[in-house]
């Protein structure tokens, strides 16, 4: 497979070469070329792989996985078994999500990623226990951010739960299994609560 029919793959119609040249920030003289048996520079070719998720080596060689895994580094907490807490332990072997995955879902920012274990059935059904959940870090723990999931941390004690913004540096701290709503609380954010990361989505892959 030559790189014209491999440029050809990534199309979904080769006739819409001005709307790929666009994706791609490169004239579509440029991309013609290729169709055509051009070879590009390394830049260009550094930048057809990246708007489109696939390995750069695949690209222009053939050769290796055409759609490279991101490693996210993993959060690093002892794992406890409290009833009614989903607590994070640190997922073992090196999972990772697809660059296009990424790209289809319009997640940017990959370097504030990081993984987790859930463990506990506090969050169920969005979040079940042994689900690896990919999340985005915040930038800082007692900001106000957007109602959803997140990781956050009591204490010591680090834990998923649903936060609602209240206004005032207040949250609403709940689980998503009815069994554990005695534990819902409304908390002082910094005081008594720190948001480390939003969770996104968990491997498998369900978005949450």
């Excluded at 226990?129 to 941390?153: F, K, M, N, Q, S």
């Excluded at 554990?180 to 005081?191: K, Q, V």
């Amino acid at each position: 497979m030559s790189f014209s029919d491999r440029l050809k793959e990534l199309m979904e119609d080769p006739k819409k070469t001005s709307a790929f040249a666009r994706k791609c920030g490169l004239g579509e003289a440029s991309i013609r070329q290729y169709l055509n048996g051009g070879t590009p520079g390394i830049d260009k070719a550094e930048a057809i792989a990246h708007a489109n998720g696939v390995s750069l080596e695949w690209l222009i060689t053939g050769r290796g996985e055409k759609t490279p895994h991101v490693l996210l580094p993993a959060f690093d907490a002892e794992a406890s078994a409290k009833a009614g807490k989903l607590v994070l332990g640190m997922p073992q072997g090196d999972d990772g999500v697809t660059l296009d995955f990424l790209q289809r879902h319009r997640i940017g920012g990959v370097e504030t990623l990081f993984a987790c274990a859930s463990y506990g059935d506090g969050m169920e059904p969005a979040i079940m226990h042994d689900d690896i959940v990919i999340l985005t870090r915040a930038v800082d723990g007692t900001e106000r951010g957007h109602d959803g999931i997140y990781l956050v941390l009591c204490g010591s004690q680090p834990m998923l739960n649903r936060i609602a913004f209240l206004g005032g540096g207040r949250v609403r701290v709940t689980s998503d299994n009815a069994a554990y709503a005695a534990n819902n609380a409304d908390l002082a954010l910094g005081t008594d609560i720190k948001l480390l990361g939003k969770a996104l989505f968990t491997i498998g892959v369900r978005r949450i």
